[in-house]
T-cell receptor, first 115, second 113 residues
Framework: AQKVTQAQTEISVVEKEDVTLDCVYETRDTTYYLFWYKQPPSGELVFLIRRNSFDEQNEISGRYSWNFQKSTSSFNFTITASQVVDSAVYFC????????????FGTGTSLTVIP | DVKVTQSSRYLVKRTGEKVFLECVQDMDHENMFWYRQDPGLGLRLIYFSYDVKMKEKGDIPEGYSVSREKKERFSLILESASTNQTSMYLCAGGTGSIRDTQYFGPGTRLTVL
């Protein structure tokens, strides 16, 4: 079974629109971490944010914000006023205590921002 | 800046060839990982290593082997390349703590003809 689900395979938005990328995870651990990564066309995954299972505060960083809800096992990512440079594949990942530093990745969401 | 480098960005090999993909990290990290990335499947773990000469199978180890003779270097080996191993291969390094991010290399796009 998939531990991290990103149901949106591809999303296209027009520049300046807001967009939310969904991430749903599954774990039996009480201690875990969730991550978001951006993969631009160059290929290298870039770390965006980390959230631990005990901290449900939402976080905002510039145009990026993250909504973590344990009740629905979701860790969604919103880009406000999207820009062409946001076009990339975005991955959500889960790190569990039982698995050491092994990550479980979602299948990714490909975001295209149209100028 | 932390750095993970991979020996090639693009590689073309023939079926049956032995292929070596090299990864080097400069972070002194204990853990290193090899993933393959395919459309619609995301990143899938092939092998990882938590120490020199130590290795663990990931989710899809069949057809691959690995070598870690030095802490900074982790090699992925395709003993006899097949066309279904055409993919993007990503190497990553990590501290071993679940709270720490993994750091990724730029990837090697391998085509097996």
């Amino acid at each position: 079974a998939q531990k991290v689900t990103q149901a949106q395979t591809e999303i296209s938005v027009v520049e300046k629109e807001d967009v939310t990328l969904d991430c749903v995870y599954e774990t039996r651990d009480t201690t875990y971490y969730l991550f978001w990564y951006k993969q631009p066309p160059s290929g290298e995954l870039v770390f965006l944010i980390r959230r631990n299972s005990f901290d449900e505060q939402n976080e905002i960083s510039g145009r990026y914000s993250w909504n973590f809800q344990k009740s629905t096992s979701s860790f969604n990512f919103t880009i406000t006023a999207s820009q062409v440079v946001d076009s990339a594949v975005y991955f959500c990942a889960l790190s569990e205590a039982r698995a050491g530093n092994q990550f479980y990745f979602g299948t990714g969401t490909s975001l295209t921002v149209i100028p | 800046d932390v750095k993970v480098t991979q020996s090639s960005r693009y590689l073309v090999k023939r079926t049956g060839e032995k292929v070596f993909l090299e990864c080097v990290q400069d972070m002194d990290h204990e853990n290193m990982f090899w993933y393959r990335q395919d459309p619609g499947l995301g990143l899938r773990l092939i092998y990882f290593s938590y120490d020199v000469k130590m290795k663990e199978k990931g989710d899809i180890p069949e057809g691959y082997s690995v070598s870690r003779e030095k802490k900074e270097r982790f090699s992925l080996i395709l003993e006899s390349a097949s066309t279904n191993q055409t993919s993007m291969y990503l190497c990553a390094g990590g501290t071993g703590s679940i709270r720490d991010t993994q750091y990724f290399g730029p990837g090697t796009r391998l085509t097996v003809l």
